[in-house]
C-alpha cells in the first residue's frame, strides 16, 4: 500500500513570494490533515478535512494560507506572500476516518530567504 | 486550553536498558493516545496507540500505559537498541481527530 506522498521536498523561496505543496492521501483514507512543524517541536495542526470539507481551519492564518481538497482526494496548501517565520517542515496525514490512526508523509521543507 | 506535556526532553540510555517517556494531558475528553518516533529529516512514524478504554498495551518491545484519573500515559521501551535512537512524540485527541503533540523526547541508546 503506497503511504502518504507529498511534494516537493524541499523548497528555498524569497519572503513576499507564493508556493505550495501538494498531498496525495492514502487511498481510502477521508480524513486529511495538513500540520506544520517547527524545529524541535511537535506537529501543530492547520487544517483537517472530511473528504472535501474543512472541519477544522481554527489555526490556519487565513490572512496568507489557503488550502483545498478537490473532490475529496489530493489537497494543497499554499502560502501567499510567505513570510520568514513560515520556515518549517510541512506534513500531511490522512486517516480513515477523524480518531483513526494517523499515517503521515515525508513533509515539505520550506526554507524562506 | 489543549496541551500535551511531555518529559523528559532528552534521555540517554546504554544499550539493552529500558526507557521510559511520560506525558500528561489536559483535555479531559481526550480518547486516542498515539506515540511517533521521527527520525531526522524523515517522517512521524506510528509506532503504538491506545484508547482510553484500555489501561495497557504492548506491541513487542514497546508497550504504553495509560491513567485516565491521573490524565497520565507512558511509553515503555525495554532491551534497547541504537536504532531505537529517535525523537519520540506522544500526541492525544478526543473524538474530533485534532492530535495536540507533546514536545518531542530526544532517545539517544548507547552502543
Known amino acids: 500500500e503506497a503511504g502518504v506522498v507529498q511534494s516537493p521536498r524541499y523548497k528555498i523561496i524569497e519572503k513576499k513570494q507564493p508556493v505550495a505543496f501538494w498531498c496525495n492521501p492514502i487511498?481510502?483514507?477521508?480524513?486529511l490533515y495538513w500540520y506544520r512543524q517547527n524545529l524541535g517541536q511537535g506537529p501543530e495542526l492547520l487544517i483537517r478535512y472530511e473528504n472535501e470539507e474543512a472541519v477544522d481551519d481554527s489555526q490556519l492564518p487565513k490572512d496568507r494560507f489557503s488550502a483545498e481538497r478537490l473532490k475529496g482526494v489530493d489537497s494543497t496548501l499554499k502560502i501567499q506572500p510567505a513570510e520568514l517565520g513560515d520556515s518549517a517542515v510541512y506534513l500531511c496525514?490522512?486517516?480513515?476516518?477523524?480518531?483513526?490512526?494517523?499515517?503521515f508523509g515525508d513533509g515539505t521543507r520550506l526554507s524562506i530567504l | 486550553g489543549e496541551n500535551v506535556e511531555q518529559h523528559p526532553s532528552t534521555l540517554s540510555v546504554q544499550e539493552g536498558d529500558s526507557a521510559v517517556i511520560k506525558c500528561t494531558y489536559s483535555?479531559?475528553?481526550?480518547?486516542?493516545f498515539p506515540w511517533y518516533k521521527q527520525e531526522l529529516g524523515k517522517r512521524p512514524q506510528l509506532i503504538i496507540d491506545i484508547r482510553s478504554n484500555v489501561g495497557e498495551k504492548k506491541d513487542q518491545r514497546i508497550a504504553v500505559t495509560l491513567n485516565k484519573t491521573a490524565k497520565h500515559f507512558s511509553l515503555h521501551i525495554t532491551e534497547t537498541q541504537p536504532e531505537d535512537s529517535a525523537v519520540y512524540f506522544c500526541a492525544a485527541s478526543s473524538n474530533t481527530g485534532k492530535l495536540i503533540f507533546g514536545q518531542g523526547t530526544t532517545l539517544q541508546v548507547k552502543p
Open positions: 487511498s481510502g483514507h477521508n480524513t
Open positions: 496525514a490522512s486517516s480513515l476516518t477523524s480518531n483513526q490512526p494517523q499515517h
Open positions: 483535555d479531559s475528553a481526550s480518547n486516542y
